[in-house]
């Protein structure tokens, strides 16, 4: 009996204690800080073939450098510069006109499970909880800025603030809140006023079939000044299964840059099919906005249609989708000439 307990103790410890021993040991003994660097690139060729005299062009339209550290178990830090637009100064002419510039994207800190499990706080120039989660779905940035950015509602992904974010236990969604300064990583904050921002998306069932979908609820309040208000809803929906990804969203705003409040509106749909049933390989995309810059003025509305294929591949770590699209926008009763183009476009992400 002594000789069977003592194999028993043996082998317990053997194949329970010391694994447990040895995955502690190597917790401990994991080398901070871990650094690794990353880029993003959109390269495009871009032929205008209305009100343009074929105005054609090769360009860049974004190119990040991500560096990325992990100072210790949930403790990040990220720091991203930004290919900036074409410089051209106002008066005279230096040697940067015409040149492209960089900016600052993303610097940041951020604390994982520092408010709870399954969240992480952001101090910073981080990214805001709207288009960065709409573009984790719409994979097609390359092409150009999602709706709300695109009209000048949201102005761009990222802003000075503090950002939090939890995730709902059994992947039922999440909540995305941050109070940032309001005008966006391109602009200084302008006066004492911040915008509050926040996304709640319910992934209301659980079965494989129809996990992929998600409702959304974004809200944006800020002030341009006292008494200027700056308000700004989304609803959104979204659906995602190997073979499609499609997307819905309608928008309201309430603005008061000056005297006068004016409403604007509008909606967006997106849509990409899959045939191979995977990310890789051929994929056929499509996406529509309609827009109304100020619901008190007839005549000024705005239509967008975007229509293409894609072919997306994954050479070791390297993301390549290369892009075929043709983008025409109209506006109504003729308040600004029609536009329509041609796009050929890379993305190039690892």
Known sequence: MKIILLLFTITFSTSVLAPAQEKASATQNEQYPKISLGSLMYVQYDWEMTNRNNYNAFDITRSYINFLAELDKNVKFRLTPDIGAHLT????????????????KYAFVELDNLIGDRSWLRIGLHQTPWLDFEESINRYRVQGTMFSERIGVVPGSADFGIGYLIKFLGD???????????????????????SFQGRVTIRPFSAPTISGLRISLFGDLGRYDAGNNRNHWIGFVSFENPYFVGTAQYLQAWEQPATVEYHRNGYSVFGELRPWGKPEGLAFFGRFDHFDPNTNISGD???????????????????????????????EAG???????LLFQIHIGF
């Open 172 to 194: 039922f969604g999440e909540f995305n809140t941050s109070i940032v300064n309001g005008e966006g990583f391109k602009y200084p904050e302008s006066n004492k006023y911040k």
């Open 89 to 104: 100064s106002s008066g005279g002419t230096t040697n940067y006109d015409g040149s492209a510039i960089f900016r600052l």
């Open 335 to 341: 308040s600004k000439p029609n536009e329509g183009r």
């Open 301 to 331: 509305s705005q239509n967008r249609a975007i229509a293409g294929g894609a072919y997306w591949s994954n050479w070791g770590k390297v993301k390549l989708g290369y892009v075929l699209n043709y983008e025409l926008v109209n506006y």
